[in-house]
């Protein structure tokens, strides 16, 4: 088989994933969107390792190191998302609106935000 | 299959320093899992700063030894002259930020706990504090140590996220302010993770056109593969987005406001400090040693992103109201000129070394007055936390004259004034870039310098001549630790300003050797 | 194809040990009603009654499962070893016990901090 093929397919996976990244508003969509693009990569890789022949399997090797990575990565990420989602009951990425040019940079307060349980402690900090 | 492989070898020696960082991380976890709550603090303290002082002397010890001429670890790894300098500057930045870790209650007391829960108000009252970021600093700062010395891209991507992960983590667990603390480590997080993904498949892209993923054998491989010229330039396209978004340059430096805004403010010194010296030794590394050969590519590119970089964060920086957002945009605009001398690079080996030695001096002085100057940042405190906006901050002046002429003068560092260190690391990376027959750039880096010296000395006016606000901030006495912090801080941007020539010396010297390819 | 003989014989005698375990279960075995017994097999830990509505679990799990994967996919570096362990020597195997050391401490640190108690 042509290396094109696998080529071909791993950026589209990519360019989905991209997309999703950049479309989407959940943050654990968000999260599967990127996993999509690592996985993409690691196509890449092993298709690369096969066709170059690769004595040392260094696309292998990375591959595993990808997986590993990501898996940490995720864990990380879903503990950060589950975080949020306890203080604002909500983990839509466009209505994280506090730290922008527009938001806390102003005079004013943030925009309105769903109250979560216990938030007012944490609005009293703001001056 | 059934190829032969010798066994690996390690010089433990040459990549001690990072052994020791990453040791006591895992000492640090140890000590978070069977030492009793109240101990826990004490301990992670004296471990922490030991080690980094530790790592510190053996980078010395190298350097004294001689430094290597081939890279250690079967080739994954290059210690070499501009290495061990970049190493050396990340310790001390990072020994110097963990004192302002340490010194008071930044951090949350139980981080998945809801801000005026019961649990939360438990865990304040116990006294509990997520003793986790000691450990979590060691880890980001073995990565910022690994970054920069990565001689293969399997390295560098696994040093990029050892160094990335824990402060995703540390940005979320400000003590005040947290939601938008969290907020910014979601987006830090998810931003990061994206541009890592952009990093992985440039590599992979690389990987497929050189058949190595090693940066001496792409650089080889440049002249003598072809037909493939399209995986070259995506994946030299990809790779460098990924490193231009740890620097924070311009089409990809939304994250840097918003996340240094929202981490704790002792975070976002080790960030602004540490990060940023890692990351531009790996990008420095990436373009230099693997794609050197290619400059007439990039060149142009970096041209663009650097003259962007310095308008971008020059320009925005007037209209921020934020002291932290202000000076998120100032390092951007600083990026920016580090961009110049990586420009600079490319053409002769004096060349070369003179921008290298230049980019490191710049960083040095940079680092010092950034990590100062959040250390300010933390002394000024309102009821509720630090007081961020810059109309807290009028006045200031009249009412603590001491602390308002320090930051003053930080920021006068920063506008790249005469007789600080800013002047000076701006003066040879201009200089530099001019050599290399970049002079349209360092004339845009003139005009930049002189608007961003306009919104640092509307600070330093705001502070010195507006009356102070009836309810103004109150400045805490500072504890030994920040104390110390500001102290340094204030001494190597005058030392760097009034006697560039050691540490300038010392530049040359690490940019002599060039990196190891 | 003789070859193959001993491997047939491995599983033949495999399938009738199987057989014949459960077959001459009933018969032997002695009869004691337990309640548990009757109840759901969940890694041998009391079942957790389904949460109403169905299909959302605590949150409890996900620590649970987060850490299964973490854990999990570490192992992953064991492979590559395994395939070039005897090439690599005492050196790959020394690095490997340094590996696994720590990931005994992250272990270390999930288990003091009760991050494997199910409630």
Not at chain 1, 43 to 49: K, M
Not at chain 2, 68 to 78: I, L, N, R
Not at chain 2, 120 to 128: C, F, I, N, S, Y
Request: aromatic share 12%.
């Amino acid at each position: 088989m042509h290396i094109v093929y696998p080529v071909v397919v791993s950026a589209l996976l990519f360019s989905i994933g991209v997309y999703g990244v950049l479309a989407r508003r959940n943050a654990i969509l968000v999260l599967m969107s990127v996993e999509l693009m690592l996985n993409a990569v690691n196509l890449n890789l092993v298709a690369f390792d096969v066709w170059l022949r690769d004595r040392l399997h260094g696309g292998q090797v990375l591959t595993l190191f990808v997986i590993v990575i990501a898996a940490a990565e995720i864990g990380l990420g879903l503990a950060i998302v589950l975080a949020v989602y306890r203080n604002r009951q909500s983990i839509d990425v466009d209505r994280l609106r506090d730290l922008s040019e527009t938001g806390a940079s102003e005079e004013a307060g943030p925009p309105e935000e769903p109250v979560g349980v216990g938030e007012d402690a944490d609005r009293e900090a703001r001056p | 299959m059934n190829g032969t492989i010798q066994a690996p070898t390690l010089e433990y020696a040459q990549l001690a320093p990072m052994l020791v960082v990453f040791g006591a991380a895992i000492v640090g976890v140890l000590v978070e899992a069977f030492a009793p709550r109240y101990l826990r603090s004490a301990i992670h303290v004296p471990i922490t700063l030991l080690s980094l002082a530790g790592a510190f002397a053996l980078t010395i010890w190298q350097v004294v030894k001689g430094v290597p001429t081939k890279p250690a670890a079967m080739g994954a790894v290059a210690v070499d002259g501009p290495s061990l300098f970049i190493w050396g500057t990340i310790l001390v930045l990072a020994f110097v930020s963990v004192l302002l870790i340490n010194d008071e209650d930044h951090f949350v007391a139980a981080a998945a706990a809801v801000p005026g829960s019961a649990e939360e108000e438990q865990a304040l009252h116990e006294g509990a504090g997520h003793t986790e970021v000691y450990p979590l600093a060691l880890f980001a700062v073995g990565g910022m140590l690994l970054f920069p010395a990565s001689n293969d891209l399997l390295v560098m991507f696994v040093a990029l996220e050892v160094m990335s992960l824990p402060l995703y983590l540390l940005c979320g667990l400000a003590r005040r302010r947290r939601l938008l603390s969290q907020e910014a480590a979601v987006k830090y997080f998810l931003l990061g993770a994206f541009s890592s993904a952009f990093f992985l498949y440039g590599t992979a892209l690389l990987y497929g056109y050189a058949g190595s993923i090693d940066l001496a054998k792409i650089s080889a491989a440049l002249g003598v593969v072809g037909g493939q010229e399209t995986l070259l330039y995506i994946g030299v396209a990809m790779l460098g987005v990924g490193l231009l978004f740890k620097i924070g340059a311009a089409p990809f430096q939304a994250w840097k406001p918003d996340v240094y805004q929202g981490a704790p403010t002792p975070i976002t010194a080790l960030m602004a400090s540490g990060t940023l010296v890692a990351a531009f030794g790996a990008l420095l590394r990436v373009f230099w040693v693997a794609l050197g050969g290619l400059d007439w590519n990039w060149s142009p590119v970096l041209w663009a992103v650097a003259i962007l970089t310095m308008v971008v964060g020059a320009i925005l920086a007037i209209t921020q109201t934020d002291i932290k957002r202000m000076l998120a945009y100032s390092s951007i605009a600083h990026g920016g000129f580090l961009l110049v001398g990586v420009v600079a690079t490319g053409a002769a080996a004096g060349q070369n070394s003179k921008a290298l030695s230049a980019i490191l001096f710049y960083l040095v002085a940079y680092g010092f007055t950034t990590v100062g100057a959040f250390a300010v940042v933390t002394m000024v405190r309102d009821a509720g936390g630090e007081a961020w906006h810059l109309s807290r901050w009028a006045g200031l002046g009249k009412r603590s004259p001491l602390l308002a002429g320090i930051f003053a003068f930080f920021l006068l560092a920063f506008a790249g004034i005469p007789l600080t260190s800013g002047f000076f690391g701006k003066y040879a990376v201009f200089q530099a870039a001019v050599a290399g027959g970049a002079t349209p750039l360092v004339i845009v880096g003139v005009v930049a310098s002189a608007v961003a010296a306009f919104f640092y000395v509307r600070v330093i006016v705001l502070m010195f001549f507006s009356d102070p606000a009836a309810d103004g901030p109150s400045v805490v006495l500072p504890s030994r630790g920040t104390a110390a912090v500001v102290g340094v801080a204030v001494l190597a941007t005058v030392f760097l300003g009034v006697f560039p020539q050691p540490v300038l010396h010392l530049a040359q010297n690490a940019a002599q050797s060039l990196f190891i390819r | 194809m003789e070859l193959y003989v001993p491997i047939l014989v491995l599983a033949v005698l495999a399938a009738g040990f199987a057989v014949f375990s459960v077959g001459i279960a009933p018969f032997t075995g002695p009869k004691r009603w337990n309640r548990a017994k009757l109840d759901a097999y969940e890694c041998g830990i009391e079942p957790t009654p389904q949460p109403v509505g169905g299909g959302r679990f605590p949150l409890k799990y996900m620590i649970t499962a987060m850490l299964f994967i973490v854990f999990d996919i570490e192992i992953i570096f064991l492979y590559p070893w395994a395939v070039a362990f005897d090439r690599l020597g005492v050196f790959g195997l020394v690095e490997m016990v340094l590996f696994i050391v720590t990931v005994l401490v992250a272990y270390a640190y999930v288990w003091r901090r009760r991050g494997l108690d199910w409630d």
